[in-house]
């Protein structure tokens, strides 16, 4: 409990290094999906999900592809609204609301839980354009504020270095590395509670996917993590807690779910055994 | 043995028959197309001079210039474009952004935009004399002119702004959500400037479309080849002024050689223009 | 958020005029028919003598004749000439001739029919005169409208053509077709129905021509016997006398827009029925 009081304290944009997180050993749970099922078109995805998000931790979405995990992310900062035919059943409790009742700020629920995606996806602006627009857009209007928040923000993923001389110049021409932290930054300019990513790194290059799980590793603590990877080993690198997913029947199911060391050493499910084994998926 | 080398002879021949044939159509094409280039050039030149654009017309139009033409094709095409630039890209946004394909209203714009796109141009003419001029009492006018082009220009516009603001990637929907922009916001600050440039060369096609029209103006705009007072005057666009020149007026074939001059390298112009926009938005997609 | 929920309503309502658009030209071309359609029946614009509008004969065949004569005229011309362009451009020219010519074709385009007509009045009219007199007939008319329609079916085949895969290509080649056999016994196979969706367009593109055909062909209300024969389409025929006509005539000339655009209707429907097909 108290490591989370500590987390609390501290300033919301000085990224400790690498060791700082918290444990996790006590945790809260700061997202709880109860019975979610989702559907496209009437055919079923995901199918009664529910499991807890933890505070300060990061929480890995494993299985193979086409089980839900993706749809699941998208749930909960509800993007699912912009996909059509689309709908989605049960709840996902935000500090004890459902971010599905009708009277949901749904721009003001996603300046909470940011998310990255998996190909970067800078906007075709300037790289302090793509910082500023959705500072801007949540009304925070004072140049020198955007100015101090944009530069912390690339600070905290280590890109202020690299282009601070050259913030008027296209997002578009950064490396592919670079973009994704960019995204990063921007999400972390508004301040979330919680980030959620979508294969930050399978787009990437080995290089600039170390770099960028590092960071994820730095985010330990100060914020929530949801990150659905496909890459197992990164999984057991760098989460605190992991779901399993598999299709079962047409939609997908939640396997287990437990701390990540469980789900990797000792799993109570054969499927998950199997799977992170790497005998099936 | 014996058949498998005549056939090969034959093959042959069939290879060199259909390739001689397709050169021939090629180099035919080619040249009509330069002599009716020629043509133009040598015919237009001849009676063209900076007088002829600055002057009023003379004599029916055989002395003199197409100041007043030029003036009133001017006018009609900003009526035109003013009144369908709006409707149009309304309705491309709309279409593109916010109606979901299956909907009925969707459907139905649609539908009404491919009829409409499928009109010729004399009905259009039709429509025009019949709404604008005689039940809405505006006459034969720039204004109505200009309208009944607003009409004809109304698909074109819809369709490439549509076909630009889907180019965008999704993806740029989904990001501006995520980080909590507004619908409106993004539209605004992401998706339309990523679409200006097809918006842009479907702009200057409609223009171009515009500008070569005759058989929609014909009894809509009229004919009056003085300078217009106000848009609910008579106004001669330029394309009818060569028709008018070339069917009407003995000895106007020089001012209508001129004429079709000005016209086609104001399209010229144009065209090159919308290709350079449409030219832009594949670089910078693959830049992306 | 609140400019989010007012934004689509907005915009409906701009959708909303394109629809009405629609609606009010069909509704004011029926409208004005309606003396026609209600009073004289149809049938009579097949039997009755001839027109002679100002005596109240309105037989539209001449000029419905006249136009289809023209336009299929024209379509014999410009597809070979068209297709060949197309496989001249895909397959036959270096890359430098392909875009060069690529960019004459679409000049050729940008060039307005009453410029086409203005030529054709001043150039191919006179030529012909020398020939065969009066000059000002079907021919020209057809020689006028085949300048026009071959950009559109030189582009719709060139894109249909190049939609072909270049794999099928190359295994083609890889089986030892020749560059003629490739095309005729895969490629154009391959792409027939974007080439007649191409077709389609030019077709109705050649049916609603007026201006061109107007300066050109004569204009003489007659079945014409030979290509010499001047003839009258049902386009031109509106734009000659919509100006003063009044009444039933009136009503009449805007049953020919009717039937105009009706012709024209079907040609699109096929043309994109065609195109559904090849996309498939």
């Avoid at chain 1, 075709?124 to 500023?132: D, F, K, Q």
């Avoid at chain 2, 035919?28 to 002599?35: D, E, M, N, R």
């Avoid at chain 2, 097809?198 to 103006?217: D, F, K, P, S």
Wanted: glycine share 8%; charged share 15%.
């Amino acid at each position: 409990m108290n490591i989370e009081q500590e987390v609390g304290k501290c300033d919301p944009f000085t990224l400790g290094p690498l060791e700082a997180g918290p444990a996790c050993c006590d945790p809260l749970p700061v997202i709880q999906v109860k019975d979610l099922s989702l559907r496209y078109n009437g055919k079923p995805a995901l199918e009664k999900v529910s499991l807890d998000i933890y505070e300060g931790c990061i929480t890995a979405l494993i299985g193979p592809s086409g089980c839900g995990k993706t749809s699941l992310l998208s749930a909960i900062n509800r993007l699912t609204d912009l996909i059509p035919g689309c709908s989605v059943n049960g709840r996902i409790l935000m500090q004890g609301r459902n971010i599905y009742d009708r009277d949901e700020n749904v721009q003001a629920l996603r300046r909470q839980v940011g998310m990255v995606f998996q190909k970067p996806t800078p906007f075709p602006l300037s790289i302090r354009r793509n910082l500023s627009l959705s500072l801007h857009e949540h009304g925070i209007t004072r140049k020198t504020e955007v100015a101090d928040i944009s530069e912390q923000a690339l600070r905290d993923v280590g890109l202020w270095d690299e282009v601070c001389d050259r913030m008027d110049s296209a997002a578009l021409n950064l490396s592919g590395g670079q973009q994704q932290r960019l995204c990063i930054a921007r999400a972390l300019a508004l301040q979330p509670q919680i980030l959620l990513m979508d294969e930050p790194c399978s787009a990437l290059d080995p290089i600039a996917s170390g770099v960028v799980e590092d960071l994820i590793c730095r985010l330990r603590g100060r914020y929530t993590v949801v990150i659905v990877t496909h890459n197992l080993a990164q999984a057991r690198r760098i989460a605190n807690y992991a779901a399993f997913f598999w299709v079962s029947g047409h939609a997908g199911q939640l396997i287990e779910f437990g701390r990540c060391q469980k789900i990797f050493e000792s799993p109570r499910h054969e499927l998950t055994a199997a799977y992170v084994n790497g005998v099936r998926g | 043995m014996y058949d498998v080398v005549r056939n090969r002879g034959l093959r042959k021949l069939r290879e060199y028959a259909a390739q001689c044939l397709i050169y021939t159509a090629v180099l035919l094409i080619s040249a009509v197309f330069i002599w009716l280039l020629i043509d133009l050039l040598r015919g237009g030149l001849s009676h063209l001079s900076w007088e002829f654009i600055t002057e009023l017309p003379r004599d029916a139009g055989r002395a003199g210039g197409i100041a007043s033409i030029l003036v009133s094709t001017l006018l009609i095409l900003l009526v035109a474009v003013l009144t369908a630039v709006p409707v149009a890209w309304m309705t491309a946004v709309l279409l593109a952004e916010f109606v979901a394909t299956g909907s009925w209203f969707g459907k139905a714009v649609r539908f009404s935009l491919h009829v409409l796109a499928g009109v010729p141009s004399i009905v259009f003419g039709l429509f025009g004399n019949a709404f604008f001029c005689v039940y809405l009492e505006l006459g034969f006018s720039i204004l109505s002119g200009g309208l009944t082009l607003a009409c004809m220009l109304l698909p074109i516009l819809t369709s490439t702004a549509e076909a630009g603001l889907r180019a965008v990637p999704h993806v740029y929907r989904l990001a501006a959500s995520a980080l909590g922009l507004s619908r409106a916001a993004a539209l605004l600050h992401l998706i339309l400037p990523a679409a200006a440039p097809v918006m842009a060369a479907g702009l200057l096609l409609g223009i171009g479309r515009a500008l070569a029209e005759t058989a929609a103006l014909l009894f809509t705009s009229g004919y009056a080849e003085r300078m217009p007072d106000s848009l609910l005057d008579s106004g001669r666009a330029l394309a009818l002024h060569i028709f008018d020149l070339s069917m009407n007026v003995p000895g106007g074939d020089e001012p209508a050689y001129a004429s079709a001059l000005v016209l086609v390298s104001l399209l010229l112009g144009i065209n090159i223009l919308a290709m350079k926009f449409a030219y832009g938005l594949q670089r910078s997609k693959l830049m992306s | 958020m609140p400019i989010d929920q007012w934004l689509p309503g907005i915009l409906r309502a701009g959708a909303l005029i394109a629809l009405l658009v629609m609606l009010f030209i069909l509704l004011f071309l029926i409208g004005e028919s309606w003396p026609v359609l209600s009073k004289l029946s149809i049938v009579q614009l097949v039997t009755d003598s001839s027109w002679h509008p100002l005596e109240g004969a309105y037989n539209l065949m001449p000029m419905l004749t006249g136009t289809v004569l023209a336009s299929t005229g024209a379509l014999l011309l410009a597809i070979p000439l068209g297709l060949a362009s197309a496989l001249f451009t895909v397959f036959y020219a270096p890359s430098y001739l392909a875009v060069s010519y690529k960019r004459l074709i679409e000049l050729l385009a940008g060039i307005p029919s009453v410029v086409f007509g203005f030529w054709g009045l001043t150039v191919l009219v006179p030529l012909i005169n020398q020939w065969q007199p009066p000059g000002a007939s079907l021919l020209a008319g057809i020689l006028v409208l085949t300048l026009m329609i071959l950009p559109t079916v030189t582009v719709t085949a060139h894109a249909a053509l190049a939609a072909v895969a270049d794999e099928l290509v190359r295994n083609a080649a890889a089986l030892g077709l020749s560059r003629w056999g490739t095309i005729q016994g895969v490629v154009l196979p391959a792409a027939k129905a974007g080439i007649t969706a191409g077709i389609m367009l030019a077709a109705a593109r050649a049916l609603g021509e007026t201006m061109a055909v107007l300066m050109v062909a004569g204009n003489v209300v007659q079945y014409p016997e030979t290509v010499f024969d001047p003839v009258r389409t049902l386009a031109a025929n509106i734009a000659l006398e919509t100006a003063y006509a009044m009444g039933d005539h009136r009503a009449v000339l805007f049953v020919s827009g009717l039937l105009l655009m009706g012709l024209i209707m079907v040609l699109s429907a096929m043309a994109e029925a065609l195109e559904k097909q090849q996309h498939v």
